[in-house]
């Protein structure tokens, strides 16, 4: 893809507080590429989770434009282009590992075994033996491959991951971080990955800093 996966153009977002207005995101510009890797960095509440929303068309901005020139208008999006990690819990209670990987590929036509590419995936993120196990029998490490497998399941152009290790501890933090590259090697997908561990961010060319609802975004990360 010659175009980009994302733009956006003095993107900002502001949110109601009884009377006071917060501006979580600061006017903002930026562009995402087919195969970028990128960490955002910044503290809690900085905007990362406000920045990641706006870039997977979860949430509308308050002032500017989003745009996806690669991947289509909005409401197409997902799960087929943009797959989505969160920070935290998501998967379905109710269901198998391997049918909350199967979920996504259930809602999208003309997919073939949707079961055998679900087991294929939690394979690839290192977690098959535990295809029929229930979320609440799995560790908080295990869970979030799970969820990981869920967002990729697809094969999008775009994965977000808010914090996917923000609740795990190191050793785990590491192992999730592990089977998402692995996922993803020899693919053109890019990552955007927001975290304040610097462990995960040291792995990544491009950082995009964040503090106070402001981006700095490097040359690098902006490329015309």
């Excluded at 175009?3 to 949110?15: D, H, K």
């Excluded at 903002?28 to 406000?50: E, N, Y």
């Excluded at 901005?61 to 282009?81: I, V, Y």
């Amino acid at each position: 893809m010659t175009e980009p996966l994302v733009e956006g153009i003095a993107v900002s977002r502001r949110f109601r507080q009884g009377d006071a207005e917060l501006e979580a995101l600061k006017p903002a510009t930026f562009t995402i590429r087919a195969g970028d890797r990128i960490a955002i960095v910044g503290p809690s509440g900085s905007g990362k989770s406000t920045l990641l929303h706006l870039i997977g068309d979860l949430d509308t901005p308050s002032a500017g434009e989003m745009r996806w020139p690669a991947l289509g208008p909005r409401g197409t999006l997902r799960p087929q282009r943009i797959g989505i990690v969160f920070q935290a819990p998501s998967l379905i209670p109710t269901l198998s590992a391997v049918e909350n990987v199967e979920l996504p590929l259930r809602l999208v036509d003309g997919i073939i075994a949707p079961r055998k590419t679900a087991l294929q995936v939690l394979a690839c993120v290192g977690i098959a033996e535990l295809a029929d196990k229930l979320p609440d029998e799995l560790s908080g490490g295990q869970a979030q491959r799970v969820g990981l497998a869920r967002a990729i399941a697809l094969r999008p152009h775009l994965v977000l991951a808010d914090e996917p290790t923000g609740q795990l501890d190191q050793a785990t933090a590491q192992q999730a971080m592990n089977a998402l590259w692995h996922a993803l090697e020899g693919t053109d997908a890019a990552l955007v990955v927001s975290t304040h561990d610097s462990e995960v961010a040291r792995r990544f060319k491009v950082i995009w800093r964040m503090d106070h609802g402001r981006l700095d975004v490097p040359f690098d990360g902006v490329r015309p």
